[in-house]
T-cell receptor, first 118, second 112 residues
Framework: GAVVSQHPSRVICKSGTSVKIECRSLDFQATTMFWYRQFPKKSLMLMATSNEGSKATYEQGVEKDKFLINHASLTLSTLTVTSAHPEDSSFYIC??????????????FGPGTRLTVT | SQQGEEDPQALSIQEGENATMNCSYKTSINNLQWYRQNSGRGLVHLILIRSNEREKHSGRLRVTLDTSKKSSSLLITASRAADTASYFCATDLTGTASKLTFGTGTRLQVTL
């Protein structure tokens, strides 16, 4: 099946710094990538949808200036958490949707990035 | 708010028993998908059922969909300890360009 990777898998940063998380589709071209946030023992909350070459569409309540998303190529999207605060600590998961050998309706999820802001 | 509400929130069974999880949603869907998540990991796609389908099987998994009741169920037969995980339903809502909206999840614990 299609593979999506995320890097880093874990990151600890100090309050006020910025952190970049990468999401890559390894064996297919992702026309659309999605970024989710998940709190402990909770469900996934969609943060934004990004289409290659265009600006991301953010869900209501998600600050676009704080969570910068770039989808510059068909295999890479990045999420930058700017001026991170402890409340930004969470599990961030990306998913990718594109032309694969499987069903066009499926999204393939990355393994997630655990962000801890101290 | 969550589109999908799942019940139970937590389920504990013994190996060999069947596990049933339910998911309800509120609006029209293109399809409904079930995912599995091991603690601290990403999601693994289990099965997709389209809005015009009523039942689907994949190995030990059986999914039903009742669009009149806006509900779906996931049945895992002959459960194993390795099935211990959280299970989420996700709805692909009509007119949302294939954005998935996730349910609240069921935490399944299978004991030996």
């Amino acid at each position: 099946g299609a593979v999506v990777s995320q890097h880093p898998s874990r990151v600890i940063c100090k309050s006020g710094t910025s952190v970049k998380i990468e999401c890559r589709s390894l064996d297919f071209q992702a026309t659309t990538m999605f970024w989710y946030r998940q709190f402990p023992k909770k469900s996934l909350m969609l943060m934004a949808t990004s289409n290659e070459g265009s600006k991301a569409t953010y869900e209501q309540g998600v600050e676009k200036d704080k969570f910068l998303i770039n989808h510059a190529s068909l295999t890479l999207s990045t999420l930058t958490v700017t001026s991170a605060h402890p409340e930004d600590s969470s599990f961030y998961i990306c998913s990718a949707r594109g032309l694969t050998s499987g069903s066009v309706y499926e999204q393939y999820f990355g393994p997630g990035t655990r962000l801890t802001v101290t | 708010s969550q589109q999908g509400e799942e019940d139970p929130q937590a389920l504990s069974i013994q190996e060999g028993e069947n596990a049933t999880m339910n998911c309800s949603y509120k609006t029209s869907i293109n399809n409904l998908q079930w995912y599995r998540q091991n603690s601290g990991r990403g999601l693994v796609h289990l099965i997709l059922i389209r809005s015009n389908e009523r039942e689907k099987h994949s190995g030990r998994l059986r999914v039903t969909l009742d669009t009149s009741k806006k509900s779906s169920s996931l049945l895992i037969t002959a459960s194993r300890a390795a099935d211990t995980a959280s299970y989420f339903c996700a709805t692909d809502l009509t007119g949302t360009a294939s954005k998935l909206t996730f349910g609240t999840g069921t935490r399944l614990q299978v004991t030996l």
